[in-house]
């Protein structure tokens, strides 16, 4: 059984960001992990998942470390605060904390980017100022920051439909030309500001520029209800990835959509194709 991670605030430039550090076991680290969580919401329904394979991780051998970025979970900030660039930040001053805490990746013992959802397009930005290779970990990637956004304002208008005002819907700008009006907006709990959605607008899963040094392993996770093929959009994706150098390998697995609400499905399927892909 792994030992319990060790939960800590690390201070940043943006206020202190709430972190857990896994331990690898065993008497060799065999890796480093730095996961990445995913858009708003999704970060708590993911949450029990994400640390249930973050502990397979550790006993595995490989150190861990999960964040809350800023505005996110128990970090501090407002999440209407937030920004792409900052949530990006966020992810640097983390990673260089899994190597202070872990030492600097060896050829034996690399460093996984581990992305969950938009964590993804995080992993995709983080690629190209990295001073080292490293390898790649997607679970259900989204391909674009345009459909992160997209997806969540969905939200709201599905729950405004269901209501008895249509007069006033219909009067009303939506979402996204408020966003564009520059105007800040307010879907499920989470406040949304027109920078963040620009930024969001203009993201891509894409690789990092043929001239960097990131050539490594490419695993993305499809998941589904019942078996299925990785769905077309995310297959050209890590075509386009394999044509810069990278190692791609794509698998579905059986399991639950943890991410859209919270549940108690078993993840036990994605859990063990993911650990056995890292190793």
């Not at 027109?194 to 891509?204: G, T, Y």
Request: proline residues 8%.
């Amino acid at each position: 059984m792994a030992d319990l991670p060790h939960a800590f605030f690390l201070p940043t430039r943006n206020g202190s960001l709430f972190c857990l550090y896994h331990a690898p076991q065993g008497p060799v680290q065999r890796g480093q992990v730095l996961h990445l969580h995913p858009f708003a919401e999704e970060l708590n329904t993911c949450r029990r998942i994400s640390a249930q394979f973050a502990r397979a991780l550790a006993e595995a051998g490989f150190a861990v470390l999960q964040l809350d970025m800023y505005g996110c979970g128990d970090s501090e900030g407002d999440f209407g605060d937030a920004t792409w660039a900052t949530w990006r930040n966020n992810a640097q001053e983390a990673l260089a904390e899994l190597h202070r805490r872990a030492g600097e990746p060896t050829e034996a013992a690399p460093l996984w980017l581990w992305g969950v959802r938009s964590g993804a397009l995080m992993s995709a930005d983080m690629l190209p100022n990295m001073d080292a290779p490293c390898h790649v970990l997607w679970w259900q990637p989204v391909v674009s920051g345009q459909q992160v956004l997209q997806q969540w304002l969905r939200l709201d208008a599905a729950k405004e439909w269901l209501s008895k005002d249509k007069e006033r819907i219909e009067a009303t700008p939506s979402l996204s030309e408020q966003l564009k009006q520059g105007q800040d907006v307010h879907v499920g709990g989470y406040r949304i500001s027109p920078e963040l959605a620009r930024e969001l607008n203009m993201l891509q899963l894409t690789p990092p520029r043929p001239h960097t040094n990131q050539h490594g392993k490419l695993v993305s996770m499809d998941i589904s209800a019942s078996p299925s093929t990785p769905p077309p959009g995310i297959t050209r994706q890590t075509q386009v990835w394999q044509a810069q150098g990278w190692q791609p390998h794509l698998q579905s697995v059986t399991c639950g959509a943890f991410w859209q609400q919270f549940s108690s499905t078993d993840p036990s399927d994605l859990i063990d194709a993911s650990l056995a892909c890292v190793r």
